[in-house]
């Protein structure tokens, strides 16, 4: 599947953005869906993760309470509403996906769970 990331661009502290991941029409319901972000000299992180109906979602702890992540199945896209942003939010953010049936919310935390990955967009956070 393909992925293509959209949304990104620089907001000051405490302003929002919401993040689009589109995919190609292959079966999108199928598969798990997360975020990840990597800022310079930093390895790649985990952000978000939805199951193929979007009934659990999981966050990394630095951004719950403040990220939302969604996805409309019939749009074959995800989304990441982004709140509240701070300077340290400031990464490219990468949508991936995932084939295999839904596992425990944990499991999505390693880039190398996920089989297909978008380009990125980036986000910048400053005043």
């Known amino acids: 599947v393909q992925l293509v990331e959209s949304g990104g661009g620089l907001v000051q502290p405490g302003g929002s953005l919401r993040l689009s991941c589109a995919a190609d029409g292959r079966a999108f319901s199928n598969y798990v869906m997360g975020w990840f972000r990597q800022a310079p000299g930093k390895e790649r992180e985990f952000v978000a993760v939805?199951?193929?109906?979007?009934?659990?979602?999981n966050y990394a702890d630095a951004v719950k309470g403040r990220f939302t992540i969604s996805r409309d199945n019939n749009k074959n896209t995800v989304y990441l509403q982004m709140d509240t942003l701070k300077p340290e939010d400031t990464a490219d953010y990468l949508c991936?996906?995932?084939?295999?049936?839904?596992?425990?919310?944990?499991?999505?935390?390693?880039?190398?769970?996920?089989?297909?990955w978008g380009q990125g967009t980036q986000v910048t956070v400053s005043s």
């Open positions: 991936a996906a995932d084939g295999g049936p839904w596992r425990t919310k944990s499991y999505y935390f390693t880039s190398q769970r996920y089989d297909y």
């Open positions: 939805i199951s193929q109906r979007g009934r659990f979602t």
